[in-house]
T-cell receptor, first 115, second 114 residues
Framework: DQQVKQNSPSLSVQEGRISILNCDYT??????FLWYKKYPAEGPTFLIS?????DKNEDGRFTVFLNKSAKHLSLHIVPSQPGDSAVYFC??????????????FGQGTILTVHP | DAGVIQSPRHEVTEMGQEVTLRCKPI?????LFWYRQTMMRGLELLIY????????DSGMPEDRFSAKMPNASFSTLKIQPSEPRDSAVYFC????????????FGNGTRLTVT
């Protein structure tokens, strides 16, 4: 039962253009969402997050959008740089209950930014 | 801050052998998580601890898997006996308490069971 899904295994974009990574979730109890970035042979590192009370959060070149009715979030990177090439994981957590604090990840999307 | 430290970085073992993965969380962090990464399922949560107590182990695949956290600075994940399908990268992560605090991951242990 994959509660967080990233349906695109890979994405290729040109340097300077926009990268859009998508994520869907099924659990309506999720109220906090995060994006992590992972380089080869390293652990994932936190990139940006958003609470369910917001629909947008921006940090420099990175913006996360949340559409609660569609249970969908996306990460926009503008402009994309070759150093952004990595695996991007979407993650979600729910407040309260036995799932409190538990972070559920998607399968990841490999982003390649070409010079 | 040394970050989350995992050992070994790579482990190659034969089917049926016992495997022990180790993790030292960031000092002061009170939650610790074990994840497994595979191509098909991405990052799967195996178990997590809060203040050294296991909170949710529903992700542990089978009885062959066990995890302990004897103190705030050390945790182990053991597989006995190991099987080829256990081959994956195993990550340990820690954080300071709150739901909205990001996890800090170690660099993982790549396990290969032949």
């Amino acid at each position: 039962d994959q509660q967080v899904k990233q349906n695109s295994p890979s994405l290729s974009v040109q340097e300077g253009r926009i990268s859009i990574l998508n994520c869907d979730y099924t659990n309506s109890m999720f109220d906090y969402f995060l994006w992590y970035k992972k380089y080869p042979a390293e652990g994932p590192t936190f990139l940006i997050s958003i609470s369910s009370i917001k629909d947008k959060n921006e940090d420099g070149r990175f913006t996360v959008f949340l559409n609660k009715s569609a249970k969908h979030l996306s990460l926009h990177i503008v402009p994309s740089q070759p150093g952004d090439s990595a695996v991007y994981f979407c993650a979600a957590s729910a407040r309260g209950g036995t799932s409190y604090g538990k972070l559920t990840f998607g399968q990841g999307t490999i982003l390649t930014v070409h010079p | 801050d040394a970050g989350v430290i995992q050992s070994p970085r790579h482990e190659v073992t034969e089917m049926g052998q016992e495997v022990t993965l180790r993790c030292k969380p960031i000092s002061g962090h009170n939650s610790l998580f074990w994840y497994r990464q595979t191509m098909m399922r991405g990052l799967e949560l195996l178990i997590y601890f809060n203040n050294n107590v296991p909170i949710d182990d529903s992700g542990m695949p089978e009885d062959r898997f066990s995890a302990k956290m004897p103190n705030a600075s050390f945790s182990t994940l053991k597989i006995q006996p190991s099987e080829p399908r256990d081959s994956a990268v195993y990550f340990c992560a820690s954080r300071q308490g709150q739901q909205n605090s990001p996890l800090h991951f170690g660099n993982g242990t790549r396990l290969t069971v032949t």
